[in-house]
């Protein structure tokens, strides 16, 4: 009589261990690779990696608000890099960088299961077994988040419960504990702005539809903004209160290119990579399932969840159609470059709650298939890592990139700096095609980077470099002049082209029309490494450096 009892245990303690083995397969490209692993280039290793490993060697992660750091874009104040009061901060000072990036993807990966497992526990749905809490997680920890601010979309499954109960005048001090947790490991600037706008909407929904004020919820959303101002500090002391820094990001405008004329669809469909990305099928899921569901509490919350999705995503579009993007600059110039877009952070959430309550509604049907298919897609298909690594056998993906030891080349580097000579940390150096993160992870002093911040004079001394080229090429002008947080030596030939990997085969650079006086004389570059051969009359080639292992082919150039 014991036996049926003795049964369901074991296989309980199974469906208990499945998370951890979810993890290691989530991983494994990393303990089995190594650093030559394939992470993700853009907004990753091309700045964040290269920042952090800037700071690190310089011993500057804990620096002053107003240190120069060197690297990108010659010298840059501290508060111009991320905010060593955080999670992240804290990891990369612990450990090696390679080290601090993969623990920060398991933390995310582990916050986020425990983020939807509590999210599940609190909803009321019937017939849920403790296999299915256990499994139903995975879903939402086995997405692609993005390295940096992932995890404040991570996190957000918990965060809306939390302020759903402070709202309700619950008090504990586990809830402001969370508040504070949560916003030392979010990003203000790039995600958590936008939730406490969100916040505070719904704070003033809940206080005109009760006629009482919330004091809990005011008190959660002030222990927010406090936790964030002390995170920020130093960029909000730079920013906003320094008279003699200028950002760059004044120019900002975001009334062109990937900004301009999007679709509702676009910021619901899969995601963005910028904060997570995820399979269409979930929302084809949600609408089937909704479709065959019959009316219920569940199916109401989830057609509601479903209009949170559809009305972000057309309000969305309504603004990148008009020129909404660019009022907040108008009153002040420093929230020129606020991007009223990324409220799209907001869509997975609402997507996954509707996809959950909708399944819910038909008691999880099919969920012994679907949650390992949807597993199998989540990890092979959309983690840069798995999908890279499986396509260097299947090419299935018409597309080569470069892993994180490719990208950052120390050995090519190494040849680079004996050619410098003593003083290689001083030497100027520009970039044509090649990303000036490369570089600076090594220690080279860059007149060229992406940055989140950095001085307009700056800008406008490249601007005065590349000007006849971007005249040929009006997206890349304004990509340069309206944008800029790439301030690139850009040539219209290969406009923003800065994954002139070694196994492509293009034309040499022609017909540069670069101020290169300028260059030489005001801006003090004595080199330019190019990933492409340079037809011009202005440089000479002094050294090539090829390398099996490099993700380049480095050309260096001295200006006459």
């Known amino acids: ?53 800037a700071m690190k060697d310089q011993g500057k992660i804990f620096g002053g608000w107003n240190e120069s750091i060197a690297g990108m874009i010659v010298e840059s104040p501290r508060f111009t890099y991320p905010s060593a009061f955080s999670v992240e901060g804290l990891l990369y000072f612990l450990f090696p960088l390679f080290t601090a990036y993969l623990v920060n993807k398991v933390l995310i990966f582990i916050l986020a299961y425990v983020a939807f497992w509590l999210w599940i526990k609190h909803q009321s749905f019937a017939k849920l077994s403790e296999k299915l809490l256990f499994l139903l997680p995975l879903l939402w ?67 005109i539809r009760t006629r009482t004020f919330p004091k809990y919820g005011s008190l959660g959303l002030l222990t927010l903004a406090i936790a964030w101002t002390c995170q920020e500090a130093y960029l909000i002391k730079g920013l906003f209160f320094t008279e003699e820094f200028q950002s760059h990001r004044e120019d900002f405008t975001y009334d062109f290119g990937v900004w301009k004329d999007l679709m509702p669809w676009k910021f619901f469909w899969s995601g963005n990579q910028s904060g997570v990305h995820f399979a269409p099928i979930y929302l ?16 109401k919350k989830s057609l509601r969840d479903l209009l949170f999705v559809l009305g972000i995503g057309l309000g969305l579009s309504v603004i990148s159609h008009s020129s909404i993007m660019t009022f907040a600059g108008q009153f002040l110039p420093s929230l020129a ?31 012994n298939f679907l949650i ?16 890279y690594w499986l396509n260097q056998d299947l090419k299935l993906i018409n597309q080569q990139v470069p892993s994180f030891k490719a990208y950052y080349s120390e050995d090519s580097y190494e040849e680079i700096k004996n050619f410098l000579g003593e003083d290689w940390q001083h030497v100027r150096i520009a970039h044509l095609n090649v990303p000036p993160a490369s570089s600076a992870y090594n220690g080279l002093l860059c007149l060229d980077g992406y940055m989140q911040n950095y001085r307009r004079e700056h800008k406008m001394q490249v601007f005065q470099v590349i000007r006849d080229e971007l005249a040929k090429d009006e997206s890349l002008d304004k990509h340069f002049m309206n944008w800029g947080n790439k301030c690139y030596f850009q040539n219209a030939q290969y406009p923003d082209d800065y994954f002139m990997y070694a196994w492509r085969e293009e034309e040499k650079i022609r017909e540069l029309q670069f101020d290169f ?5 005001s801006l003090k570059a004595e080199y330019i490494i190019s990933a492409l051969p340079v037809e011009s009359s202005a440089l000479n080639l002094e050294l090539r450096v090829e390398n099996p292992e490099s993700a380049w082919k480095l050309h260096v150039y001295s200006i006459k």
């Open 1 to 53: 009589m014991n036996y049926p009892k003795q049964q369901v245990f074991k296989e309980l303690q199974l469906y208990q261990f499945l998370p951890f083995l979810v993890l290691l397969l989530f991983i494994f490209p990393y303990l089995i690779q190594g650093e030559s692993v394939f992470i993700p280039v853009s907004d990753n290793m091309d700045s964040n990696l290269a920042w952090w490993k």
């Open 372 to 387: 390992p298919s949807l597993l199998l897609v989540n990890i092979f298909i959309y983690q840069y890592e798995w999908r």
């Open 337 to 367: 470059s606020l991007n009223f877009l990324r409220f799209e952070f907001w869509i997975p959430y609402f997507l996954f709650a509707a996809f959950f309550r909708a399944w819910a509604s038909i008691n999880f049907k099919w969920a």
């Open 284 to 299: 084809i899921l949600t609408l089937g399932f909704l479709l065959f569901s019959e009316f219920n509490s569940l199916k």
């Open 517 to 521: 006086d300028f260059l030489r004389d």
């Open 141 to 207: 920890a086995s997405l692609a988040f993005y390295p940096h601010r992932g995890i404040s979309i991570a996190l957000l499954p918990v965060l809306i419960l939390v302020f759903e109960a402070l709202l309700q005048d619950k008090k504990s001090w586990k809830y402001f504990i969370f508040l504070v947790c949560y916003a030392f490991y979010s990003k203000l600037v790039l995600a958590g702005f936008y939730f406490f706008i969100g916040l505070t909407v719904w704070l003033l929904w809940e206080w």
